[in-house]
């Protein structure tokens, strides 16, 4: 057995992935979503509105739902599996990008932007913006391990 510890590098090749199928993921939801799709994110997306700001818990599991919504629109099984896997690595790095001063408002109105260009069926739009999403979360999360003192 292997103690895999936690790395820049680690932090880069989860990205590298999670980043190009976030964006496939949006694409494909642009161009299959259904109605009750439509209504899911818009419920979710509400509910993440509504979430305290002070609850970094609470944050994540709201952003979370949101983005699994996403998947699920896709009507992509390999998708939503393979982010689901990328997610679970993602448990080892608990700080949730989402407490860095200003990321809980920004990360909302992305989150509309992408949501507008699914329900608009704009593959393109919603792949670019789902794209600098999850860049600008690979930088606040490379940022956070640098900033972490016993990482």
Avoid: C
């Amino acid at each position: 057995m292997r103690v895999r510890t936690r790395s820049p590098e680690e932090i880069l090749e989860i990205y590298e992935a999670r980043i190009a199928l976030e964006a496939t993921a949006a694409a494909g939801a642009a161009q299959r979503r259904s109605d009750f799709d439509l209504v899911r994110l818009a419920r979710l997306h509400k509910s993440m509105i509504a979430t305290a700001s002070s609850d970094p818990a609470a944050m994540a599991e709201a952003n979370r739902a949101v983005h699994e919504a996403i998947w699920a629109a896709s009507h992509n099984g390999t998708i939503v599996d393979l982010l689901t896997r990328l997610n679970n690595h993602l448990t080892r790095y608990p700080q949730t990008t989402l407490s860095a001063p200003g990321r809980w408002d920004e990360a909302i109105a992305e989150h509309a932007e992408i949501i507008d260009a699914i329900g608009g069926r704009d593959a393109d739009r919603a792949y670019g913006l789902a794209r600098e999403h999850m860049t600008k979360a690979r930088e606040l999360r490379l940022r956070i391990y640098a900033d972490t003192p016993d990482a």
